[in-house]
């Protein structure tokens, strides 16, 4: 009896700490953003926080990770930039965004895959212990008629 | 007898006339003049030109004032007692127009809205492109707003003048319109059966000859009056950004291991 009720205790402290743990990291923390009309949420895969996809296959998705090494906004849009930039990805505008009041920088790129050319939308938020980056693309003749939405729904991420 | 070879020799020279009429129907038309749309613009810049017969007053009736109206157009080519030179010209413009894909329904609602304020229609439309028919005084003014609606890709504007076929062919309608007036007297003195069936015949011959004319008459007329714009939609595709400075000769990749997943392959790759 006693025994039964010290494993079930030990288990009880065991999922608050791993909880816990999940927490401080920012692993497996959910994202709150309101998806573009007409998209449907799936799960966030390997790589993602969240993921929303439209009928026609345009993409939105946001990932958090560690603000390691540490850095502002400035390091991380322009490590993003370059990194992309050095596999081919041609810059064709950037813009400062807000979410729900947090500053972040919005870099859009074309880039041609399958003979056709795609829009690629990157938007970097940093915050004392984490960087999001929200990535969005699609091929270009579809992604234009999301455009507008995709930008509405970036404003409401929810960065904090 | 006599009066039989009298009858001949008035319907001989009816005919005469007449076959006067088809050698001038025999005429080459006009060649239609085609302006390209900077000479049109620049004849419609000096509407006061004094330049007779030239180019730049072909052009004229498009950068007349707004506020004359249609009206002004068509009475201008209704008329068949216009002054003499006044250019008859039949407007047709042609742009293509870059525009983002998700804009071309908007766009071509634009352009029909356009149209209809301006006093014309539209003639037939699709998903990507419109036809539009417009009052030839409001042409120019046409084009220019239209051409705000993208980028433009390429303009035509063509001008044919059809001054001297409808000249041409209103004298022929007076001379045939005498014609028939004439024969009609005569058949009113045909003594004999012979004389009525070969009047009657010249008779139906100039008749239907006029209403040929008058037929083409009323389409320079309709064509004159309104001119006709074709608006074709391209999508327009993003281009290199200028403004953002280009990449430092070499940059280091960093050691953050989830750039690796960055990218739109790793983005559209959904069972991933």
Same mark, same amino acid.
């Given at each position: 009896m006693h025994s039964t009720l010290h494993r079930s205790t030990s288990l009880r402290f065991l999922a608050v700490a791993l909880a816990g743990l999940s927490l401080l990291s920012g692993c497996g923390t959910s994202i709150h953003i309101a998806p573009p009309p007409g998209f449907a949420v799936l799960d966030g895969g390997e790589d993602h926080a969240y993921r929303a996809v439209s009928p026609d296959g345009v993409v939105l998705a946001v990932r958090r990770e560690k603000n390691e090494p540490h850095g502002d906004l400035g390091f991380w849009s322009g490590a993003i930039d370059a990194k992309l930039r050095r596999d081919g990805y041609r810059a064709f505008e950037a813009h400062e965004v807000v979410a729900k009041g947090v500053r972040g920088k919005q870099i859009r790129y074309a880039i041609e895959r399958a003979g056709r050319e795609h829009t690629y939308w990157v938007t970097v938020f940093v915050t004392e212990k984490h960087v999001l980056t929200a990535e969005a693309g699609g091929d270009h003749e579809l992604f234009a008629r999301e455009s507008q939405a995709l930008a509405r729904a970036l404003e409401t991420l929810d960065v904090e | 007898m006599v009066y039989r070879t009298s009858f001949a020799v008035v319907l001989s020279g009816l005919l005469a006339f007449g076959e006067g009429c088809a050698a001038r129907q025999s005429l080459p038309e006009a060649a239609p003049y085609k302006a390209s749309y900077g000479e049109a613009v620049a004849a419609d810049s000096s #509407?006061?030109?004094?330049?007779?017969?030239?180019r730049a007053q072909a052009s004229m009736p498009v950068g007349e #004032?707004?506020?004359?109206?249609k009206q002004a157009a068509s009475d201008k080519v209704a008329s068949?007692?216009?002054? #003499?030179?006044?250019p008859i010209l039949i407007y047709a413009g042609a742009l293509a127009l870059l525009v983002d894909p998700a804009a071309f329904a908007a766009t071509i609602d634009s352009a029909t809205e356009l149209a209809t304020k301006l006093g014309g229609f539209v003639g037939r439309h699709d998903d990507r492109s419109v036809t539009l028919r417009v009052p030839s005084t409001h042409f120019r003014e046409a084009m220019r707003e239209l051409e705000k609606?993208?980028?433009?890709q390429s303009r035509n504007v063509e001008a044919e003048d059809v001054t001297e076929e409808f000249h041409d062919l209103d004298v022929r309608l007076k001379s045939l319109h005498a014609t028939r007036k004439r024969l009609e007297e005569l058949l009113q003195k045909a003594a004999n059966i012979h004389d009525v069936l070969e009047v009657e015949e010249q008779l139906a011959r100039v008749t239907e000859e006029i209403d040929r004319i008058e037929g083409r008459i009323r389409f320079l007329q309709s064509h004159a009056a309104l001119s006709t714009i074709t608006v074709t939609l391209a999508p327009k595709t993003p281009t290199a950004l200028k403004t953002l400075a280009p990449l430092p000769p070499r940059t280091i990749p960093l #050691?953050?291991?989830?750039?690796?997943?960055?990218?739109i392959d790793y983005l559209l790759e959904l069972s991933r």
């Open positions: - | #509407p006061s030109s004094e330049e007779g017969g030239t #004032p707004a506020s004359k109206g068949s007692e216009e002054a #003499p030179g006044t609606l993208g980028a433009v #050691p953050i291991g989830w750039f690796s997943s960055l990218g």
